[in-house]
């Protein structure tokens, strides 16, 4: 059994890495079609991991952040091929702005969808899961720090959404400190990072990995991945990045 988990941030137009224009990410979804995969939520592949009952050619969606373009013009485009996703929300920045102080200086700056929308794509079946409160990296012990982040974020985001709230994504991938991953496994079901790879069999629910579909702007590429012929290339990727975090950081000093 392999899935593949897609990681998506903002679905408008622009070259950056995380940005896929509407139509690029359209020609995606139809050659997730075209490559017969069978489109889960995170909630779904880890229930499917534990009855081990994986469908061939999984693959999740998951949208990190909580971008207004994934309400707006990600969710339609989903809609009209069925699909389902995971929206990984920021729970203090709801219909707010990802201008949190964790982000290096210049970094760019997107709004995001308030509480009704993300309301909405629950009731047509999104998964809703918690990036924290403030997308500060989870690296510390502070028990005060790792209850905002992770019990009281995720309590504000079902009260928002008037969903149940049982995935999580670290943001920038960091961490977890060994006292936030205690916390993560009492509050979640499932925990995604960003460390590239393939979701097997003797997989960790809480320390599942994806794959940027920056890497895989191109259709054939995303095919390609889907049917398991892109392995090589995927453990490429996760060499440079790893290696890239070795001497630059995802993340300001701020959040240090």
Known sequence: MSALIL????IEPGDGPLTISPELFAAQLDALVDAGATVLTIG?????????????????????DGYCSVAQRAAPLLAQRDMPATVFCVAGHLGGSSDWPSRRPGAPTGSLA?????????????????????????????????????????????TATGVEVRSFALPYGAGPSPEARILLQVEYEAVC?????????????????????????????????VAGSLDLYLRARAVAARARRTVVSDFGEAAV
């Open 7 to 10: 990681t998506y941030h903002a």
């Open 193 to 225: 990072t960003v460390s590239i790879g393939r979701v097997r069999d003797e997989s960790d629910p809480y320390s599942l990995p994806r794959v940027d579909a920056h890497y895989l702007r191109r259709p054939a590429l995303l095919r390609r991945a």
């Open 114 to 158: 308030d509480a009704g929308e993300l309301a909405d794509l629950a009731s047509s079946g999104f998964e809703i899961g918690c990036h924290g409160a403030t997308h500060a990296p989870l690296l510390g012990a502070d028990a005060a720090f790792l209850s905002h982040e992770i019990v009281e974020a995720k309590i504000a985001l079902e």
């Open 44 to 64: 779904g592949l880890v229930a499917a991991m534990r009855e081990k009952r994986v469908p061939s050619r999984a693959v999740v969606l998951t949208f990190d």
